[in-house]
T-cell receptor
Framework: AQSVAQPEDQVNVAEGNPLTVKCTYS??????LFWYVQYPNRGLQFLLK??????LVKGSYGFEAEFNKSQTSFHLKKPSALVSDSALYFCAASSGGSYIPTFGRGTSLIVHP | GAVVSQHPSWVICKSGTSVKIECRSLDFQATTMFWYRQFPKQSLMLMAT?????????EQGVEKDKFLINHASLTLSTLTVTSAHPEDSSFYIC??????????????FGPGTRLTVT
């Protein structure tokens, strides 16, 4: 069975500082990895995905994520955080063996002014 | 990106009544639609997956007779909560994917429906 872990319930960072939201996964076969963001009382918005190719994936709003096969990780990063980045972030994984994605529990990112 | 609408955005109903939630993909054909339930400050709980023209596949523990899902076309899926009870109160979110079941494609999410059963 595939699984996704987001070990941090909450990440706090000061505006202007770099941010990292962690995600590790377990799937059978090659992973398809996604990051989504959810603002309060809204649905999720797609940020970026890794299917194949370069390990560093760039996405919306200046976010990027690095696929690390040996560590089975797909951490979300941004060089300089904004207060408006404060939201709930979800990592998700699927694979050729199971197209239905599994979501992590979510990480609340709080960016302080 | 692709747009998915969900209607209504919020609904209050009395215990014992049924509520229908619509999910539409506005500018692409959604071969697969997903229905999730989200509790406050918690992750998404996948309820069911539906492919156009076929019966929905429900996750373990989800009552298919209570949560009726219909995916009649490539742009519309509906979730009907039958004989709703207060414990059904939640935030329901749909998503759509054009991936044809390959898992390669991202999901596009609706804005969610807040259901309150009194």
């Amino acid at each position: 069975a595939q699984s996704v872990a987001q070990p941090e319930d909450q990440v706090n960072v000061a505006e202007g500082n770099p941010l990292t939201v962690k995600c590790t996964y377990s799937v059978s076969g090659n992973p398809y990895l996604f990051w989504y963001v959810q603002y309060p009382n809204r649905g999720l918005q797609f940020l970026l995905k890794y299917i194949t190719g370069d390990n560093l994936v760039k996405g919306s709003y200046g976010f990027e994520a690095e696929f690390n096969k040996s560590q089975t990780s797909f951490h979300l990063k941004k060089p300089s955080a904004l207060v408006s980045d404060s939201a709930l972030y979800f990592c998700a994984a699927s694979s050729g063996g199971s197209y239905i994605p599994t979501f992590g529990r979510g990480t609340s990112l709080i960016v302080h002014p | 990106g692709a747009v998915v609408s969900q209607h209504p955005s919020w609904v209050i109903c009395k215990s014992g009544t049924s509520v229908k939630i619509e999910c539409r993909s506005l500018d692409f054909q959604a071969t697969t639609m997903f229905w999730y339930r989200q509790f406050p400050k918690q992750s998404l709980m996948l309820m069911a997956t539906s492919n156009e023209g076929s019966k929905a596949t429900y996750e373990q523990g989800v009552e298919k007779d209570k949560f009726l899902i219909n995916h009649a076309s490539l742009t519309l899926s509906t979730l009907t909560v039958t004989s709703a009870h207060p414990e059904d109160s939640s935030f329901y979110i749909c998503s759509a994917s054009g991936g044809g079941g390959t898992g390669l494609y991202e999901q596009y999410f609706g804005p969610g429906t807040r259901l309150t059963v009194t």
